[in-house]
């Protein structure tokens, strides 16, 4: 029996949430011949799909949170379970089974910072991730990185896991893939932004850790000798609030963050 971890899945169609869907997706299409239990929330009743080899276990309890071992431990019979994968890799200590993977970032090793609340609670929380995705990281038979960027920091910080890495990148859905008519594609632009200009598109929530500053410092080297508009799309969030569509001018003799609106 194959479990998948799903319990991030929610309304929101971006990162974690649309990788473990995809995988709820397609995975036991793939292999028809194995038992798949998928471990969901309950509340999303589109992730199981309709196959005969597909059944849902919906656990109580934040995947996230520093309780989520001894949660999953109490909750899941691993005896008959053969293999289980998860992206955050927050594991019960004492789980018989094979695990894979996938991770996106390890900066619950690297920058806690970015990720931990205030407080003492913070720091209780961030010290146990730490744990959490260390030993994720070296019980995994193989650990999953979408991106050479997070291959890197793993060679760095944990280079005894360097044999069972896996670098898979994201597959791109066909409604995201740009036309291959020039035509169609300036029209588009056209269309959106009054004008043929050109222009980068970064479209995430305000986060410390999705560290838009380098990517701001990204864009004013590589257009230092032109004059680009970058606009971006922060939707609300728990702690900035609503941040509109912004615009402004990368320009080679000008501080990027002074044209920051």
Sequence with gaps: MICIECRTVCWNPSGLPSYQRALARHLPEIAPDHAFRLL????DPHIVPSLPNVREIALAGDPRSVLAPALLARQLDASRVTLLHATAGFYPPGLGARVITTVHDVLWITDPEWLRPRGLGGRIRALACRRYVSEALQRSER???PSEATWRAIHEQVPSVASRLRLIPHGVGREFCASDDAAEVRGAVRRI???DVRYVLEVGRAAAYRNQGGLIRAFAKAFASCQERLFSNKPRTRTCG??????FTIGAS????????
């Design 193 to 195: 932004l009054g004008s």
């Design 254 to 261: 000008s501080s990027i963050w002074n044209r920051l609106v």
């Design 242 to 247: 609503p941040v509109p569509w912004t615009s």
């Design 40 to 43: 969901t929330d309950g509340r």
């Design 143 to 145: 650990v999953i990185v």
